[in-house]
């Protein structure tokens, strides 16, 4: 595949039903005298239910995370950003400072610091993928400014509206019906495992990480995002619905990378094995904790992950101890890592890590290689970095696993497994099936009617 052009849009308007959507579209980067004028706002709520409020936005862009300490949902789109091609996260850095450089915000009342207007969004996996087919409107990176956010901390709820002067009024497109594709076989599947391991010698591969996807009948975004959070308390819930009925949802053990203060957080996350009852569940996480194949996964993404912030010239990177991480149907293998970098932005250091091993393999450019070779479909956003930024350049990112993408005709699961030299395929197989548990779980409750 021939390297393509870095590519960058900017579109403005607003994505409630109510709002204009798409409007004047600016392409490559933007001077300083086309800058947009956005209005920003930011106040205190009465007690809100974030699940009320997101179902208020059906028919319009909208957004959710979830986790431990923060919780976020938007509506709308007033500005939308997107980049294309390798440097996309960079393309995306430059808009986002031309947009915040031409935003005002004013907050009303007691609200605490790093509470105010955020961009949303994620990329894709593969630098060079394309919003075609099932990933329409999910672009090599797409970001958006939106009309309503609500961000709660602490249990407090605090509402930004973020209003841009712009006439148009054409509502939002719709996620298309793609057509329907079966499930891979699991002697197809095992059978190009092994095909990846014996390529692995002759392009001096350690690991390679081999995905496979699954479709299901339709389901319901919310209900979806909802029944994970019940199931899988100690993840990162996101939803990401870039056009009506085209919705991104997902429950991920694993952060990217997080960034306050100076303060870089990450982790590796790379060796699993399957939960169990009693007994067996503590007999597994030993033989995990022992395992020299998951030993060996998890050291590469460890060294990865420290290479590259020493590159981008963190100081005093901290490396914690290793640690079981327990979901409901798998456990990892985990490794916090935190330093101190000043003066970057998040989405520099989402482009600086994406991908780690632990989603690609390692070395990570002959990983991608093998991949575009020998996986049939394209991942898309799958494995890609999801999150949020603010005009500081202060944000978190999570790698988007333990997913599903849905559409109206059905949903698209997604799972990996780390293939090193001794790997069994079957074995990799039931591991992915592990993975996909969660998530056929909670969509067979959240089916549409």
Known sequence: MEPEKPSESLKCGAGLASLPFSGTTMAGSVPTQSRIAVRSRTRPLPATDARSVLESGKGGPRAAWNEQGEAWVALGAVVVITGHGPERFQIVRRQAEALFAGLTHTPEGDVPAG???????GGSFHPLHAAESVWSHFEGARFWLPARQVTWVEGRAYETINEVSEPARTPPPEGAAIPRR???????????????????????????VLARSLHLPPARPVPALYALAAR?????????EPVPKAAFVGATPERLVRLRGGVVDTHALAGSAPRGQGDDDARLARALATSRKDELEHTLVVQHIQARLR???????????????????????ETPIRAR?????????????????????????????????????DRGWYT????????????????ALRCALMRPDGAWLYAGAGLVAGSDPMKEWEETESKLDAMRAVLAKAESP
């Open 232 to 240: 899988e308390p100690g993840t990162t819930r996101f939803l990401f």
């Open 182 to 208: 079966s499930a891979e076989p699991r002697t197809v599947w095992t059978g190009r495992a092994a095909r990846a391991l014996r390529s692995m010698d002759a392009l001096s591969l350690q690991k390679v």
């Open 341 to 377: 970098l000043e003066g970057i932005h998040v989405l520099d250091l989402v482009a600086l890590l994406h991908p780690t091993p632990a989603t690609a393999g390692a070395p990570v450019q002959p990983a991608l290689r093998l991949l575009e070779s020998i996986e049939p479909f």
């Open 115 to 121: 509470v105010g207007p955020r961009l949303v969004g």
């Open 311 to 333: 590159a981008g010239g963190a100081q005093g990177i901290q490396t914690g101890q290793r640690r079981i991480r327990r979901l409901r149907s798998v456990q990892h293998l």
């Open 384 to 399: 890609g970095p999801v999150g949020w930024f603010d005009a500081r350049g202060e944000g978190e990112f999570v790698v």
